[in-house]
Every structure is written in structure tokens, then in C-alpha cells.
């Protein structure tokens, strides 16, 4: 018997993406080291040395992962022009909500006016953004969204056993979001992502509650092992390390910033690249951390529409990611 | 490392301490101690111990690296894993 299978049709395709807005939000409450340090045994100046931190956010107990997500999309919408009804998809990364269920995504979508929206959450820890940003923009071309808000939304502060000092005085809350649709031009570069499970017990939840993270081997990893994946990602835009106008580096810890700095530089990198250094003021926010620093950036005019960025994301997983965009 | 020296060791850690943390060369003699004469810090450490590891062929785990004291403990520890 000879059966004629049916073909099936496929979305149309599209060449390319862009990012078409950003926009963030930091909690009101501004948390100095020097309050840190009257409940656990540090220092201003310790922190600021080894991690490059000044003050960092914590969020109240009513302001949810889940109001700043909604807070720093609706930024990104006004900045790209767009209303809620030209979004059809929604994608909050994050690994700091309160429970598995209910995820994020469906809830910040409804209450941004996105109906019906095609939402879910995506946890790739600090490399969530990244990761996020590449898949809406391979959605998009592949015909399964539309205009996609990508959204990096985190309330640490809830996960800090606030008398350890290898986290607490890192990790913070924050949102930052990016509106993508199609695009004539690509100005969203192929996503390089991977990851390294091997090293999961070097940050991780304890008990799940309490963030713990080997410093030291975090450090290692991510001085030694981002840079090349940075390189890897302009090498996939087709670009070389002298076109990046601007690196825009998870905000870890600022000694890990200028390292990948460094290495960036040592391989053709412009002296004059911009490196996002966000963390002084905002502390280690994950997910949250790319999308803030660009927004701020460009509020600061130190950056401008059509520069050429790096963006790269690393952290627990361990997991990476990383791609080049033009600026919006 | 059987073919290389302290002398050469000591040169070459020297190069990577004064590319890392900017301390001269010169200044990176035995009996220093990195954090109490050399100034320098944990993560610093890192970083010397990943650019040594890659200068001499060795490893230097971070258990191991906090054990690295002295300018003197690094020859000898670069000398005996090399
Ligand atoms: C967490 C981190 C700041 C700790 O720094 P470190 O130098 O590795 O810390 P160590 O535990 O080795 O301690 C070094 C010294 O500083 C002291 N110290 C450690 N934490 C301290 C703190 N918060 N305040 C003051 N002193 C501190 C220690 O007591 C030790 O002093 P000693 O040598 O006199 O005993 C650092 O390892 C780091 O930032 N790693 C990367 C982590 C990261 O980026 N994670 C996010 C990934 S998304």
C-alpha cells in the first residue's frame, strides 16, 4: 500500500531581528556595604576591592520578581513605540522566583495588556538573558513569534542567608527587558551558548533556600572561560574583536568584568570599547544584570543607536551565553 | 619541572606577577610573602596561578593555591608538579 503522506506547510520565514527597545527597574531601597557590614564581618572597602560594589538594591517585602519584570517591560514597550497589542510573546528569564508554580511569564504578560500571549520562563541563572534573547530572536525568524518581550527579572535578596558573606554582599534585585521583532537587517548576531555541568556544585540553592557559590572556582571559570566564548560569539556575527564598540558582560563581580576586558583587548579589542560596569551601583543581579546595564548605559550617553555590542552571560550550571547586537 | 631552573621560575613567575598586579619584577624575591609584601589578593592569586599554569605546564587547584604563601612555596610547588 503505498500512502501519499501530507506535506506540511511551515510558517514563512524571516531574514532577520533587532532589538527594538529596553528598560529597567532597580528597587527603591538602597543597600550600602556599610549596612552589610553591621550584620556580617566585612567591609566597605573589602567590597568594593574584590567585587567593585558601592551599594546594590533589595526589593520590599510586596515588591515580587514578578512587579519589576512587569515594571521594566512596560519600559521597554514605551521606549520601542510599540502597544501591548503588537507583542505576541513573552519570555522571563529568571532562577529567584518564590515557587516553581506558577512561572512568571503568563502573569507579567496579562498584566501588561500582552493578550493571550505565548509565555514561559527560561532559567539559565545569570546567563538567562543571553540565552533568552537568542531564543525570541530564533523564534522570530523561524515564524513562531512575533514582536517577543524578553525580560531578565530577579529577586535574590530573597535566597541570601544574609550573615554569609560570599553571597550576601554580591547578589541583588532588579529587571531589565528588550523588545525584539523582525527586522530588513540583522542586528541580533547567532547566540554561542554551552555549558559546563560538570562544574554545578560550584553555585547552587542549599536546602532550597540559600544561595552557596564557591568563589574562588567561580572566579577561575569565568576569567578563563568567557572570554573565548565572547570571541566565538563575534566570530559567528562575522565580525572581528576591533568592531565591538561596546562589552556588556553579565555583572558579576567588576574583577571578572575587566578581566574578560583585558583578554577581549589582548585579542584585537579597541582600547576605547565601552565595558558596562553597572555592578558599582547595582550589585550582582543575574538575569537581570545585561538588559539594566545597556538601559543605563544609554540613559548616561555612553552608548548609542547603531554601536556594535557584545553581550555575554555566564553564571549557574554553569551555563553561558553570548551574541553580538547593533544597538537600538 | 626538571628542565627549567628555580632561577627561570622565579623570572617567569615574576613576569606574570608584575603583568597581573602590576608589582615590579625585581620586587618578586623568595622570602615574599604575596599577601603581607607583594599586596596582593585572593583573586589576584587566581589569576597569577592560571597564567603560571599555563607558563610552566602545572596545575595549581585552589586548595593547593592557598597553601602558596610565599614567593618561595610557588617556585618550590612549580618545581615539583612541572
Ligand atoms: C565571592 C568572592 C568575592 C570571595 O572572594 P575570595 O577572595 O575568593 O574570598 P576568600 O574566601 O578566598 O577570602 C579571602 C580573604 O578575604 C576574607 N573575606 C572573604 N569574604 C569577605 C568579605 N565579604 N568581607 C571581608 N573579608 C572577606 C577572608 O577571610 C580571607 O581573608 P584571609 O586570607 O585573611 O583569611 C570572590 O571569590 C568572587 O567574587 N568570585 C566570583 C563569584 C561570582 O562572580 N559569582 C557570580 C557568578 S554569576
Redesign the interface.
Same mark, same amino acid.
Do not use: Q, T
Given at each position: 500500500m503505498t500512502s501519499t503522506r501530507p506535506t506540511l506547510r511551515l510558517n514563512p520565514v524571516v531574514a532577520a531581528t533587532r532589538i527594538l527597545g529596553v528598560g529597567s527597574v532597580r528597587p527603591e531601597r538602597v543597600v550600602t556595604n556599610d549596612e552589610l557590614a553591621q550584620t556580617m564581618d566585612t567591609n566597605d572597602e573589602w567590597i568594593r576591592e574584590r567585587v567593585g560594589i558601592i551599594e546594590r538594591r533589595f526589593a520590599g517585602e510586596d515588591e515580587k520578581l514578578v512587579d519589576m519584570a512587569v515594571t521594566a517591560g512596560s519600559k521597554a514597550l514605551a521606549d520601542s513605540g510599540l502597544a501591548p497589542s503588537d507583542i505576541d510573546s513573552v519570555i522571563v528569564a529568571n532562577c529567584t522566583m518564590p515557587s516553581p508554580i506558577p512561572n512568571a511569564a503568563a502573569q507579567v504578560a496579562d498584566r501588561i495588556g500582552i493578550a493571550a500571549s505565548g509565555a514561559f520562563d527560561l532559567n539559565a541563572a545569570c546567563a538567562g538573558f543571553c540565552y533568552a534573547l537568542g531564543v525570541a530572536s530564533d523564534l522570530i525568524k523561524a515564524g513562531s513569534a512575533g514582536r517577543t518581550l524578553v525580560i531578565g527579572a530577579e529577586k535574590l535578596s530573597d535566597w541570601l542567608d544574609k550573615t554569609d558573606r560570599s553571597t550576601a554582599i554580591i547578589f541583588a534585585d532588579a529587571a531589565g527587558a528588550a523588545v525584539v521583532g523582525p527586522a530588513e537587517q540583522p542586528e541580533i548576531g547567532p547566540v554561542v551558548w554551552g555549558s559546563a555541568g560538570d562544574l554545578v556544585d560550584t553555585i547552587y540553592m542549599r536546602e532550597h533556600k540559600y544561595l552557596y557559590q564557591e568563589g574562588q572556582a567561580v572566579f577561575r571559570w569565568a576569567t578563563t572561560q568567557i572570554a573565548p566564548i565572547a570571541l566565538r560569539a563575534i566570530e559567528a556575527a562575522g565580525l572581528q574583536p576591533a568592531d565591538i564598540d561596546v562589552l556588556i558582560p553579565h555583572q558579576a563581580n567588576l574583577r571578572i568584568v575587566e578581566a574578560i576586558a583585558k583578554r577581549l583587548r589582548a585579542s584585537g579589542g579597541r582600547a576605547d570599547m565601552v565595558v558596562a560596569d553597572d555592578i558599582i551601583y547595582s550589585g550582582n543581579t543575574s538575569s537581570a544584570s545585561i538588559p539594566m546595564a545597556l538601559d543605563h548605559m544609554r540613559a548616561a550617553g555612553r552608548v548609542h543607536r547603531g554601536d556594535v555590542a557584545l553581550l555575554v552571560g555566564f553564571g549557574a550550571g554553569l551555563s553561558y551565553a553570548g551574541q553580538v547586537v547593533i544597538l537600538p | 619541572m626538571a628542565d627549567v631552573s628555580n632561577e627561570e621560575i622565579l623570572k617567569g613567575l615574576g613576569e606574570i606577577v608584575e603583568e597581573v598586579a602590576g608589582v615590579a619584577a625585581d620586587d618578586v624575591s623568595l622570602e615574599k610573602s604575596f599577601v603581607d609584601d607583594l599586596d596582593i +589578593?585572593? *583573586?589576584s592569586m #587566581?589569576?597569577i596561578? #592560571?597564567q603560571a599554569e599555563d607558563k610552566f605546564g602545572v596545575k595549581i587547584p +585552589?586548595d593547593e *593555591?592557598a597553601n602558596l604563601k610565599t614567593v618561595n612555596d610557588a617556585v618550590e610547588y612549580v618545581s615539583k608538579n612541572g
Open positions: - | +589578593d585572593s *583573586l #587566581v589569576e596561578a #592560571v +585552589d *593555591l
